[in-house]
C-alpha cells in the first residue's frame, strides 16, 4: 500500500495469498484508520473488510 502523496509505502505485504481482513488489520495496526482508500480494483483492496 503506498501513500499517493508521499509515494511512502505504508504496509509492505507480500505473500502469495492474502485476504483483505490481514490487509486491513495491518494497516489499521501500523498507522490508523485511514479517511480515504484508493483501490486498483485488484480483489485484496475491494473487499468488504477494506470497505469496513
Same mark, same amino acid.
Given at each position: 500500500? %503506498?501513500?499517493?502523496?508521499?509515494?511512502?509505502? &505504508? %504496509?509492505? %505485504? @507480500?505473500?502469495? *495469498? &492474502?485476504? =483483505? @481482513?490481514?490487509? @486491513?488489520?495491518?494497516?489499521? =495496526?501500523?498507522? =490508523?484508520?485511514?479517511?480515504? %482508500?484508493? *483501490?486498483?480494483? =485488484? $480483489?485484496?483492496?475491494? *473487499? *468488504? $473488510?477494506?470497505?469496513?
Amino acid at each position: 500500500m %503506498v501513500d499517493d502523496y508521499t509515494r511512502e509505502c &505504508l %504496509v509492505p %505485504v @507480500a505473500d502469495t *495469498s &492474502l485476504s =483483505g @481482513a490481514p490487509v @486491513a488489520r495491518k494497516m489499521i =495496526g501500523m498507522r =490508523g484508520k485511514p479517511h480515504t %482508500v484508493v *483501490s486498483d480494483n =485488484g $480483489a485484496k483492496l475491494t *473487499s *468488504s $473488510a477494506i470497505l469496513r
